[in-house]
Nanobody
Framework: QVQLVESGGGLAQPGGSLRLSCATS????????MSWARQAPGKGLEWVSG????????YYVDSVKGRFTISRDNAKDTLYLQMNSLKPEDTALYYC????????????????????WGQGTQVTVSS
């Protein structure tokens, strides 16, 4: 079955960096765009970034532009999120998400268009 497993979260100081990974299985990874989303304490789920199936197109929410970089390794069926210049407001549970089969190229901010989610990895930014 389709599985998404995030890793790489942890505690970082403001200004620090973390790299999240999302290992996938059960579907043809290169045929799907993929996205990252996050949920901060007491807040709703927020789309953060998306990447096309071949990695040529990437999109970010304004609050992370210039600090986060999404990438993928289709040979390893793995999605990444490099997070630099971390801020306390980046503290959240981070999820990777696969779009529904009817829209394999979707990588936007409509969360209902994603049908498979990982279990999440916690990122805490604090001094």
């Amino acid at each position: 079955q389709v599985q998404l497993v995030e890793s790489g979260g942890g505690l970082a100081q403001p200004g620090g960096s973390l790299r999240l990974s999302c290992a996938t299985s059960g579907f043809i990874f290169s045929s799907y765009a993929m996205s990252w989303a996050r949920q901060a304490p007491g807040k709703g789920l927020e789309w953060v970034s998306g990447i096309s199936g071949d990695g040529s197109d990437t999109y970010y929410v304004d609050s992370v532009k210039g600090r986060f970089t999404i990438s993928r390794d289709n040979a390893k069926d793995t999605l990444y999120l490099q997070m630099n210049s971390l801020k306390p407001e980046d503290t959240a549970l981070y999820y990777c998400a696969k779009p529904e089969p009817e829209a394999p190229s979707y990588m936007g901010d409509s969360l209902k268009r994603y049908d498979i989610w990982g279990q999440g990895t916690q990122v805490t930014v604090s001094s």
